[in-house]
């Protein structure tokens, strides 16, 4: 059994990293092979709608033909047996890096037939672990969970599962008074951090022993 961690985050040490990092742990414990890749590494586009992935006897249907910094990633994972994918909340969704990558994972895949189907050759486990600023409250009235929920289901149609781990409330700073955060309580932040945010990863730890069980 393989799992691949893909860090969507800038930071390779920040609380996304952390969390993937958990959840290769996890795996690990249950005797799977696990690697790590961030997607800032990389250099890539999203997609560019050619649809040469969708041509019907085209030599590369079900499969993205542009040939940079993602392919080797996207080969790679046609051969795992599981992926778990991290990503901090900006602007309301996923960073830049990891949408752009899932156009060009998801899409590649997915066929416009009735009823749906989907040409990734095998099943693969997915999870995906979100970081955000906001409480849980937060989440909720801003409805991240319906719009991250949608693109959740693409990749559980694409690849054939789909879970999901959301951590609220995150410590973004070790010094907020360096910065204009005016907006949240530092006393608040690293009470949360010292209280949940090991919890988090024990949930992390624990779905990574899922997705390759």
Do not use: W
């Not at 969390?19 to 800032?40: C, I, M």
């Amino acid at each position: 059994m393989k799992l691949i961690a893909i860090n969507g985050s800038p930071r390779k040490k920040g609380n996304t990293a952390l969390l993937l990092g958990k959840a290769l742990e996890g795996a690990a414990s249950a005797g799977a092979r696990t690697e790590l890749v961030h997607l800032y590494d990389l250099d890539y586009k999203g997609c560019v709608s050619c649809f040469a992935c969708k041509l019907k006897d085209g030599p590369s249907r079900g499969r993205c033909v542009l040939n940079d910094g993602l392919r080797p990633l996207l080969d790679e994972i046609e051969s795992a047996d599981a992926i778990a994918l991290g990503s901090p909340i900006y602007l309301g969704a996923v960073s830049g890096e990891m949408r752009s990558f899932l156009e060009r994972l998801i899409f590649q895949y997915i066929e416009y037939s009735v009823p749906a189907r989907s040409h990734c050759p095998r099943k693969i486990n997915t999870a995906f672990i979100y970081t955000m600023n906001v409480d849980e409250q937060g989440m909720d009235q801003a409805g991240y969970q319906a719009h991250l929920g949608a693109v959740e289901g693409m990749l559980a149609g694409a690849l054939g599962s789909s879970e999901s781990l959301y951590c609220c409330d995150t410590m973004q700073f070790d010094d907020y008074s360096k910065v204009v955060m005016e907006r949240f309580d530092p006393e608040a932040k690293k009470r949360r951090r010292e209280e949940v945010f090991p919890r988090d990863l024990e949930k992390a730890f624990a779905l990574g022993v899922k997705l390759v069980s």
